[in-house]
């Protein structure tokens, strides 16, 4: 043990205390009535959304589709195969085919049963929408055969006709499909979700530290290990409670989907495929770990919780602009900085699980990115420790981060 007085260590490597602290970390958050009063919390708002959802999901009115160009019983056969598979579905009347593609199109209807074999609509069309226009058509066939044939009206259904029916995707000339919908909404909901985790999360990082400053632990620590290594203990210690609450809403989540899935109105994010939602976890550990040495930093400079709250506008400052440029990109304007603050560490956490899930990014967006954040982490470890060196053991007033880092 050094000299009374003498200043903690900032050492690289990180020391093997960093997982001391971490358990620590985790064992003392984890077991307190803030942190399981906020996860119950949201864990009934997560399913209280869903069946809210689910709800107005029943109510939505059934799919509307329309038939052109083919025999003139088809809209009734349509009718009468939906009424036999018990699928509710509304048949309107359509003039010319490219009447009916305008509609689909416009997305004034569903689908549409065009010449007899095409189906039109707006991506894939719902799986009973599908399954009722082909069964028309096929009907539809038999009957055109057999009166063909002279057979008589109880012989139909003894006639064999292979259809060939095609589905015509409009997305092209027309909004969007549901699954590009969904990618939207769900890449921005992953901006939304680490912004609000990311100052959550980054909180309780802070406030341990203020916490271990007033109450002098610190002094005792950092005699024991160098600052470098309790900032990472900490961050790993209150991200693994983190992890765990994750897990806990992701089972949530999915019990909800299994629960109220069926009419949650495209809640189902597994549509966006497991290499997008894996980006989406990698981005928010990233962002996590980045910000939450921030906060480590910011705290080490103040001596009280009321002081660390008057702080937090820094990462908010920070993250607002990546915010506000992904709200304007889901809402089709124009973002032609997009592309390069994905790239810049500070953002990337937010924007580039945004380009990845929508499909703008390309690989090497995604390596520089990479690639930058793993050193603008490393940076903040190193500036860190330095700043937490030279502020830690001073009590009193606020310091600033030059006068900690000089003391450093």
């Known amino acids: 043990m050094g000299r009374p007085g003498r200043p903690p260590r900032t050492g690289w ?4 205390g960093v997982g001391l602290i971490a358990r620590r970390e985790f064992v003392e958050r984890g077991r307190s009535r803030v942190f399981i009063g906020v996860l119950i ?21 059934p799919p509307s589709v329309t038939v052109a160009g083919g025999a003139p019983d088809l809209a ?5 195969v939906a009424d036999e598979l018990g699928v509710d579905i509304v048949v309107v009347s359509s003039g ?11 997305g004034m209807l569903d ?19 599908e399954a009722v226009l082909r069964g028309a058509a096929t009907a539809s066939a038999r009957v055109e055969v057999a009166q063909g044939l002279g057979l008589s009206p109880e012989a139909v259904d003894t006639v064999i006709v292979p259809v060939d029916i095609v589905v015509t995707d409009l997305s092209a000339s027309g909004p ?3 699954l590009e919908v969904a990618r939207g909404l769900a890449a921005f909901m992953s901006v939304v979700i680490l912004f609000i985790l990311v100052m959550a999360f980054g909180q309780f990082v802070g406030s341990a530290v203020v916490e271990e400053k007033q109450s002098r632990v610190a002094e005792l620590v950092l005699a024991k290990v160098s600052t470098a290594s309790m900032l990472v203990g900490k961050v790993l210690g209150v991200g693994g409670l983190g992890l765990v ?11 909800g989907l299994w629960a109220f899935g069926a009419d949650s109105r495209g809640l189902d994010l597994f549509r966006l495929g497991l290499g997008s939602l894996a980006w989406m976890a990698l981005w928010f550990v990233i962002g996590y770990v980045m910000y939450s040495f921030v906060f480590a930093t910011m705290g080490a400079t103040v001596s009280r919780l009321e002081d660390l709250q008057s702080l937090t506008y820094v990462p908010s400052v920070l993250l607002l602009p990546a915010y ?9 304007a124009p973002a032609p900085l997009l592309a390069p603050m994905s790239m810049i560490p500070i953002w990337s956490p937010l924007l580039m699980p945004f380009r990845i899930v929508t499909g703008d990014a390309v690989w090497w967006e995604v390596a520089v990115a990479l690639l930058g954040s793993a050193a603008f982490i490393a940076l903040l470890v190193w500036f860190g420790a330095r700043v937490y060196r030279g502020a830690a053991l001073r009590m009193g007033g606020r310091v600033s981060l030059r006068e900690a880092y000089r003391a450093g």
């Not at 010319?96 to 416009?106: C, G, L, P, T």
């Not at 689908?111 to 929408?129: E, Q």
């Not at 609450?245 to 019990?255: H, R, S």
Request: charged share 5%; proline share 4%.
């Open 76 to 80: 009734a056969e349509v009718q009468s």
């Open 41 to 61: 919390g949201s864990m009934v708002l997560i399913l209280g959304g869903m069946f809210a959802l689910s709800l107005l999901g029943r109510a939505v009115p």
């Open 13 to 16: 490597p990180v020391s093997s």
């Open 176 to 178: 969007a499909n549901d």
């Open 324 to 332: 506000a440029i992904a709200a304007a990109s889901l809402a089709g």
């Open 111 to 129: 689908a549409a049963l065009v010449n007899g074999d095409t189906i039109l609509a707006v991506g894939a069309p719902s799986s009973s929408v």
């Open 96 to 106: 010319s085919v490219e009447q009916a593609r305008q509609a689909v199109a416009s």
């Open 245 to 255: 609450q994750l897990i806990v809403l992701g089972l949530t989540y999915m019990f």
